[in-house]
Nanobody, 121 residues
């Protein structure tokens, strides 16, 4: 079993900051991509930022210059530093990884349970 657990969400005022963490544990060979997604009520879940094992990074336009994704590959952990938060950033934030459980297996997506981020005055 592979476990993906997010933490660090909370309630912040507009302009504030939060740092989300994604910790992965269980049985797997290695993690390729680690990504952050978000889902607001009534919306589809959508990519926010992604980082590969080599450190290649992708952001959506709406968070460029405000959010920073990083990872500690040795600790199987990813982070999302969120600065200058806006009310439109309010959502449940999910971590998703791509990993292979064994040498014969397919690479699967593994999702965390999500952590709530609320930006409100």
């Amino acid at each position: 079993q592979v476990q993906v657990v997010e933490s660090g969400g909370g309630l912040v005022q507009p302009g504030g900051s939060l740092r989300l963490s994604c910790e992965v544990s269980g049985s797997f060979m290695s993690i390729n991509d680690m990504g952050w997604y978000r889902q607001a009520p009534g919306n589809e879940r959508a990519l926010v930022a992604l980082i590969t094992r080599r450190g290649d990074i992708t952001y959506i336009d709406s968070v460029k210059g405000r959010f920073t994704i990083s990872r500690d590959t040795a600790k199987n952990t990813a982070f999302l530093q969120m600065n200058s938060l806006k009310s439109e950033d309010t959502a449940v934030y999910f971590c998703k990884i791509k990993a292979r459980r064994d040498v014969w297996g397919k690479e699967y997506d593994y999702w965390g349970q999500g952590t709530q981020v609320t930006v409100s005055s």
